[in-house]
């Protein structure tokens, strides 16, 4: 008698009469044990100065986006979409613009489009606690 439960990742091969029994798990890894996080603080400065109000935006190369918000020190701490503190590890695409609200009016970006709708920035972060600090330029 052959019996296999796929749902429940177990294969129970009983031999006809004998009644010996085998278990086989097939599950592949660690079951529903909870994924590794990354958790993600750093400042973002400008020629040297804290910038304040600053919207980063950490796109993973495949996933969900995370972001956070500079304090008037620069400080900020990477949230993930539901608004809690903690990411999955890998390598991020960094974008950081003050335009807020994406309006584009005069003045409300101070930060150059290199740094934002260009952005070359990245960040690769670990299982952990990680620090990414940002040293952005308005000259070349």
């Known amino acids: 008698m052959f019996n296999l439960i796929q749902r429940g990742s177990l294969v129970r091969l009983a031999t006809g009469g004998i009644g010996l029994g085998l278990t086989l798990s097939l599950v592949g890894g660690c079951g529903k044990a909870e ?43 990477l949230l993930a979409k539901s608004g809690t503190p903690g990411v999955p590890p890998g390598k991020y695409a960094v974008s950081i613009s003050t335009d807020l609200n994406g309006t584009h009016t005069p003045g409300a970006e101070r930060v150059p489009p290199k740094y934002n709708s260009y952005s070359t920035l990245s960040a690769e972060v670990e299982a952990g606690t990680n620090e990414r600090n940002f040293d952005l330029k308005t000259t070349r």
């Open 35 to 77: 994924a590794p996080q990354a958790f993600v603080t750093g400042t973002v400065m400008m020629d040297g100065t804290p910038l304040d109000g600053a919207r980063l935006v950490f796109a993973p190369e495949s996933g969900v986006y995370c972001g956070a918000v500079t304090d008037d020190a620069g400080h900020y701490e």
